[in-house]
């Protein structure tokens, strides 16, 4: 079994670098008439563009990414500093006529968006020309490959149940070099995912022919992202299924986190791209979904007809009853822990880290800012967003809209739900996002804190101090603290996943939702040789 569990490793390492070698392959160029359909369609209004353009990337002369993508926005940068230099020289005449003519001539968009769009028509290739052979031997290997290393737990496991034996002792699951290299690969992905994504179109020729038969379209770095995140959820539930196959509980949360990612995360917003209607996650409520009020996103919804109209009321209904409603009688657990993508991702693929989520009082202090902080961000955006929608004006109080958005998008949509939020896990735990950063988590655990019929209830006699709930503990919750007092865990944090449960080797902890009296019930801890029992046993 070992064995076979070392070839599949083999076999998935194999798989991971054709996959991130294939950056560098292939070559990128255009003739002039594949530039002069792409200036007509981008409906240019100005000839320098087509004129450095021209001179950058119409060669005969293959090129790489890298070079490709330099030259372009290379060009993009020229025009848009000449017609910045000419607003400037009107703007210091007071020449506005002028000055105003000068805007529609400019090129908007981020640059690696742009030279995504140019790279994805000049890109040529054994890539390109073969994307099926180049899925097996990306994807197909590295399915294979895990699969290999896994399947064997089955039997290695044996009947005893759940074992969390050596996490300490091996390097991928203590912080070690293999843990740091695994957490180097994962920034690096989505930094190129985020920022760079022109780097990575070869990924996207692979996905192409799926993406045509979903949508009818070419694949995108996002199409790339959502199809990996669920092959990777679904190759790491089958980890789970086996290492909580005594759990029921375990079983059904895994299996539901898969369906809501795989269907209505990517297969339904893929199937309504196609019918040229808004492509939307049915269960990504604001603000986790924090441009669900963005000026373009409500653009959309309100000129794509009934739909859009629906998707808008669904939105709002899911924010403002829906998920507090659901919360009260479950608990954050019934998004955090079976429905949300990101909550999946962290019970899948980041459950070998889970160990490593930061217990100490100064991390639950630093968890209720920065998580309620990112809360008041996301709220404040949204006004400042919705005010300037309807007025028509640029800022509120001083704030710009624009600005604000983008702000946003990049800290906290880019930076923290991604490149940290995942990027860590081998390091910080596989919940960092959820537990510091998530807005939607925050706005939940206020409800579950203070109006919820959910607790984890413990039956103190039976906790022997094993520690065991502590460690696996994905929130940072000492869990055996309250269960060597008897104490209902009642915490704002807390998802509600049942690990803590789960390997709890004396059935001390359990998760119920039960009347709201009594939910909280805090012990007394009784220490030292002050404490007079008779006086005690005469007050209670």
């Known amino acids: 079994m070992k064995a076979i569990k070392n070839i599949g490793l083999v076999v998935f390492i194999t798989g991971l670098i054709i996959f991130t070698g294939s950056i560098f392959t292939g070559s990128f160029n255009l003739n002039e008439a594949e530039l002069d359909n792409f200036i007509s369609s981008k409906n240019y209004k100005n000839e320098l563009i087509k004129e450095e353009l021209k001179k950058a990337i119409v060669t005969s002369e293959p090129l790489s990414i890298f070079e490709f993508s330099s030259k372009v926005r290379n060009a993009y940068a020229i025009s848009n500093k000449y017609y910045d230099d000419l607003i400037a020289k009107y703007d210091a005449e007071k020449n506005w006529d002028k000055k105003g003519a000068q805007y529609q001539y400019k090129i908007y968009g981020k640059p690696h968006t742009l030279s995504f769009e140019l790279a994805k028509i000049a890109g040529k290739g054994s890539i390109k020309e073969n994307p099926n052979l180049f899925w097996w031997l990306t994807f197909g290997l590295g399915i294979v490959g895990a699969l290999l290393f896994i399947l064997p737990n089955y039997i290695l496991l044996g009947n005893a149940g759940i074992k969390n034996n050596g996490i300490y002792l091996e390097s991928s699951t203590n912080r070690g070099l293999i843990a740091w290299l695994v957490l180097i690969y994962l920034v690096g992905f989505y930094l190129l995912l985020y920022f760079m994504p022109d780097y990575v179109v070869n990924w996207t020729f692979i996905f192409d022919p799926i993406s045509k038969a979903l949508n009818g379209g070419l694949a995108s770095q996002w199409f790339v992202y959502g ?40 297969l339904i917003p893929e199937i309504m791209t196609s019918l040229n209607m808004p492509g939307y996650d049915f269960k990504n409520a604001f603000p986790l979904d924090y441009d669900f009020f963005f000026e373009w996103n409500l653009d959309s919804l309100r000129s794509s007809g009934a739909v859009g109209l629906f998707i808008l009321a669904w939105g709002i209904l899911l924010t403002l009853v829906i998920v507090p ?7 954050k657990r019934w998004y955090c822990s079976w429905v949300c993508g990101c909550g999946g991702l962290a019970e899948t693929l980041g459950d070998p880290y889970r160990q ?4 100490t009082l100064k991390a639950w202090k630093l968890e209720r800012w920065l998580i309620h902080s990112v809360l008041v961000f996301s ?7 919705l005010y300037c929608y309807f007025t028509g004006t640029n800022s509120f109080l001083g704030i710009n809209s624009q600005w604000i958005k983008d ?18 896990y081998p390091i910080f735990g596989n919940r960092v996002w959820c537990r510091f950063g998530c807005p939607l988590a925050a706005y939940m655990g206020i ?3 203070f109006k919820s019929r959910f607790r984890i209830t413990t039956n103190g006699g039976q906790c022997i101090s094993c520690g065991n709930c502590s460690t696996y503990c994905e929130q940072g919750i000492d869990v055996r603290a309250y269960a060597q007092k008897g104490e209902n865990i009642v915490r704002a944090s807390c998802v509600g996943c049942g690990i803590c449960s789960a390997v709890c080797p ?23 040789n002050d404490v007079d029992l008779m006086k005690l046993i005469n007050n209670n």
């Open 325 to 331: 409603v659901m919360v009260y009688f479950f608990g």
């Open 227 to 266: 199809f990996l995140y669920c092959v990777i959820m679904l190759v790491m539930a089958i980890r789970m299924y086996i290492k909580y196959r005594h759990n029921k509980y375990q079983i059904i949360r895994t299996t539901s986190v898969l369906f809501f990612q795989i269907v209505f995360a990517f």
């Open 447 to 449: 409800v579950q804190r």
């Open 506 to 528: 004396r059935g001390v902890l359990k998760l119920e939702n039960g009347p709201e009296k009594g939910r909280i019930n805090p012990t007394e801890v009784l220490l030292g």
């Open 407 to 424: 702000t946003y998008s990049f800290l906290i949509g880019a930076w923290f739900a991604g490149v940290i939020g995942t990027g860590f």
């Open 356 to 359: 490593h989520s930061n217990k």
């Open 379 to 385: 709220l404040i955006m949204t006004v400042v967003t």
